[in-house]
């Protein structure tokens, strides 16, 4: 139990491996781009080659798209846990766990609440969602990466509450760079407007954690980028019409992120969209 290994080494998945290392476990991971192995080598963890070297009885795994979590469980064999914490339709996650429960291998639906940033500081929430008895047996390596963890009940249970919490993320993003602009253009700076409404009964966990960036106009050490939030945006939108559910809030700030992306802000954080608000605001710092 000692032993973890990790898929997908990137923003989330790196960051996690490192507060594994830090909490006493041997991390074992793999990432197809060799740069992320070698921050997993630097960072105390154990690169690996390939998926089928990872050799751990709890798999976690941090993926970018259904068609590389379909890969994953292509090349998995040896009989674990996998802790799959990307955000991803469920249909996709339930096709890969047929795939693999085929070979002896629990797949378990586990989305996490939190940003990049947040990751590093372990301030992650799980969802976790499937057989509950598997899911006991990963709680001593939840506790390893976040500050929290909550069982859900059947599989996929996990994806529905991580698009509750994204659906409010992407609004509640978009409104805190909207109340920068307004007060920014009354003539506030916006260090004093953070340090004011970051305790007032209008702040949200992401004005707390994005509004420094916005305060700074810096953008670049993204947490989570505008091209990879699309597709988490597009996932809740296709869920909430499937279900027949009126998003008109989250629909409204999907334009502000596609006008981020449009002004090239794609690889950049999602707090850009202040960025985006000011220009339209013909707002100068």
């Known amino acids: 139990m000692k032993r973890v290994g990790v898929i997908g080494l990137g923003i989330m998945g790196g960051a996690m491996s490192a507060n594994l290392v830090k909490a006493g476990f041997e991390v074992r991971g793999y990432d197809i781009a060799p740069g992320r192995r070698a921050a997993l080598k630097r960072a105390g963890g154990k690169p690996v080659s390939s998926v089928a070297s990872l050799n751990s009885q709890i798999v976690i795994t941090s993926l970018p798209s259904a068609h590389a979590l379909h890969q994953v469980a292509q090349q998995l064999q040896k009989r674990c846990i996998v802790v799959e914490t990307s955000t991803l339709p469920i249909e996709e996650k339930v096709k890969a766990r047929g795939v693999l429960a085929k070979k002896g291998i629990t797949l378990l639906d586990c989305p996490l609440s939190g940003t990049g940033a947040q990751a590093k500081t372990r301030d992650l929430v799980v969802f976790g969602s499937g057989d509950r008895r598997a899911f006991s047996r990963t709680i001593p390596i939840l506790k390893g990466f976040s500050r929290a963890h909550h069982y859900l009940g059947e599989f996929g249970n996990?994806?529905?509450?991580?698009?509750?919490?994204?659906?409010?993320?992407?609004?509640?993003?978009?409104?805190?760079?909207?109340?920068?602009?307004?007060?920014?253009?009354?003539?506030?700076?916006?260090?004093?407007?953070?340090?004011?409404?970051?305790?007032?009964?209008?702040?949200?966990?992401?004005?707390?954690?994005?509004?420094?960036?916005?305060?700074?106009?810096?953008?670049?050490?993204?947490?989570?980028?505008?091209?990879?939030?699309?597709?988490?945006?597009?996932?809740?939108?296709?869920?909430?019409?499937?279900?027949?559910?009126?998003?008109?809030?989250?629909?409204?700030?999907?334009?502000?992120?596609?006008?981020?992306?449009?002004?090239?802000?794609?690889?950049?954080?999602?707090?850009?969209?202040?960025?985006?608000?000011?220009?339209?605001?013909?707002?100068?710092?």
């Open 158 to 285: 996990g994806s529905k509450m991580k698009y509750v919490a994204n659906l409010m993320v992407a609004i509640h993003n978009v409104s805190a760079a909207e109340a920068f602009v307004l007060g920014m253009k009354a003539g506030l700076s916006p260090k004093m407007i953070y340090d004011v409404q970051a305790n007032s009964a209008g702040t949200s966990r992401m004005f707390q954690v994005r509004g420094p960036m916005m305060v700074a106009g810096r953008y670049d050490d993204a947490t989570m980028k505008n091209e990879v939030w699309q597709k988490d945006m597009k996932i809740i939108g296709d869920y909430a019409r499937r279900l027949g559910v009126a998003t008109p809030t989250f629909k409204a700030s999907a334009g502000v992120y596609k006008a981020a992306m449009a002004r090239g802000f794609a690889k950049q954080d999602t707090a850009a969209v202040c960025a985006v608000l000011e220009s339209i605001a013909r707002l100068r710092r």
